[in-house]
Nanobody, 122 residues
Framework: QVQLVESGGKLVQAGDSLRLSCAAS????????MGWFRQAPGKEREFVAAISGTATVLKYATSVKGRFTISRDNAKNTVYLQMNSLKPEDAAVYYC???????????????WGQGTQVTVSS
């Protein structure tokens, strides 16, 4: 069992940067693939980024590639999402999630946090 708690979401202006954190409790954090997803009002949850347990494999959605960076610190049981050059269309509730296989499909993630709100004003 893994419990995930996101933090760092807030209101920012377009062009600003923001770093989200996701703290995990439970054993064997380094064995989990971690992902970030987001959901805007009226839209489906979408994949943002994923990172393998050893951080050797990364994957980004096309819409964020070059602007967002996913990373993890296994010693701190934490995964991060650094978001630069934020756009109004990045506004959403951001969720971190954990799974045991390499995937970007949300329905294959086993554990989810409660989400953190990111608002981007234009």
């Amino acid at each position: 069992q893994v419990q995930l708690v996101e933090s760092g979401g807030k209101l920012v202006q377009a062009g600003d940067s923001l770093r989200l954190s996701c703290a995990a409790s439970g054993r064997s954090f380094s064995t989990y693939v971690m992902g970030w997803f987001r959901q805007a009002p009226g839209k489906e949850r979408e994949f943002v980024a994923a990172i393998s347990g050893t951080a050797t494999v990364l994957k980004y959605a096309t819409s964020v590639k070059g602007r967002f960076t996913i990373s993890r610190d296994n010693a701190k049981n934490t995964v991060y999402l650094q978001m630069n050059s934020l756009k109004p269309e990045d506004a959403a509730v951001y969720y971190c999630a954990a799974t045991t296989i390499w995937t970007i499909k949300s329905d294959e993630y086993l554990y989810w946090g409660q989400g953190t709100q990111v608002t981007v004003s234009s």
